[in-house]
């Protein structure tokens, strides 16, 4: 089966394929021009960046033993947190106080945090990480949102936001801990484009696997997130710069009930409706 069934055939979307960025629009595949990089696209402003991405090109051939890589080169990974009513659920339940997320559940601000850069990352395939000094781990599947650096929304793509509970649990001071370390996150497929492809009530499905059965599946839609997208963007965007845009993940409508923890070796697929499956194993650091 072609690594490129994990992208929809209908549609246009962008796949890093080993260095170079590849259009993938309704199934057929075609090179950017050389050299053209994510720091590259989005540093233009969307219209131009549509001109090129659309420009007449010939097919190209899958390059033998290519392989798809996280759509990301120097932009940081931020997220936005309590944005799904079941996260807010999830939170209260393991805090010592459930006061700060009730709080920011309605609050006018959102809750927006560092999540990654692009070194923490990985792509499709690649194995991510629980860390070595957590005892409740899980995948967070959520949408995500990549933006140019007029804060301009080019597409999207999907995020795992993997999370220790034990940590931030014990203290919502912890949340850098229990949020960003190596292989904290991953990304892929591919990218939708913007203006072929609507965040508006779009399917968000996850299975985790463990030795050949499935010991968890959901499921929820974009339709159940409280915040919008612009009024993400524009916190994000606000009184700070980001040269070659950023990667928002947009929050998690499914949290697994609380005796589940991953282990070593469990596999989690993510599912987005109209941007592909993106597939991880996971690992645990060696403490
Ligand atoms: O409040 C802590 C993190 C929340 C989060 O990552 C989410 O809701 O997705
Ligand atoms: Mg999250």
Redesign the pocket.
């Known amino acids: 089966m072609s690594i490129l069934s994990v992208v929809p055939s209908a549609g246009q979307h962008l796949i890093r394929l080993d260095d170079a960025i590849y259009l993938k629009r309704d199934g057929v595949l075609s090179r950017l021009p050389d050299g053209a990089t994510f720091d590259d696209l989005l540093k233009l402003p969307l219209d131009e960046l549509r001109r090129l991405v659309e420009q007449d090109r010939p097919p190209a051939a899958l390059p033998a033993g290519a392989v798809i890589e996280a759509p990301i080169q120097s932009q940081e990974v931020w997220?936005?947190?309590v944005t799904y009513q079941r996260?807010l659920e999830a939170r209260t339940d393991e805090a010592v106080s459930a006061d700060p997320y009730d709080r920011v559940y309605t609050a006018r601000r959102p809750e927006i945090f560092f999540k990654a850069t692009a070194g923490r990352t990985r792509g499709p395939g690649q194995a991510v990480f629980i860390r070595s000094d957590s005892t409740w781990d899980v995948p967070?599947p959520?949408l995500a949102v990549v933006c140019n650096s007029r804060l301009e929304v080019v597409g999207y793509t999907i995020g795992n936001?993997i999370?220790s509970r034990s940590i931030e649990g014990e203290n919502p001071l912890y949340l850098p801990q229990a949020k960003v370390f190596d292989g904290c996150c991953s990304l892929g497929p591919a990218v939708a484009l913007a203006w072929d492809f609507s965040p508006l009530d779009r399917k968000i499905e996850l299975e985790i696997h463990r030795d050949a059965a499935v010991v968890y599946e959901s499921a929820t839609t974009t339709s159940a997130m409280r915040r919008s997208i612009p009024e993400l963007v524009e916190y994000l965007g606000r009184d700070q710069r980001f040269e070659s845009g950023f990667i928002l993940?947009t929050?998690?409508g499914i949290v697994p009930p609380a005796d589940f923890s991953l282990r070593e070796l469990d596999e989690v697929t993510i599912r987005i409706d109209g941007i592909g499956v993106l597939k991880n194993p996971i690992r645990r650091h060696a403490s």
């Open positions: 997220a936005a947190g996260s967070e959520e936001d999370s993940l929050g998690t």
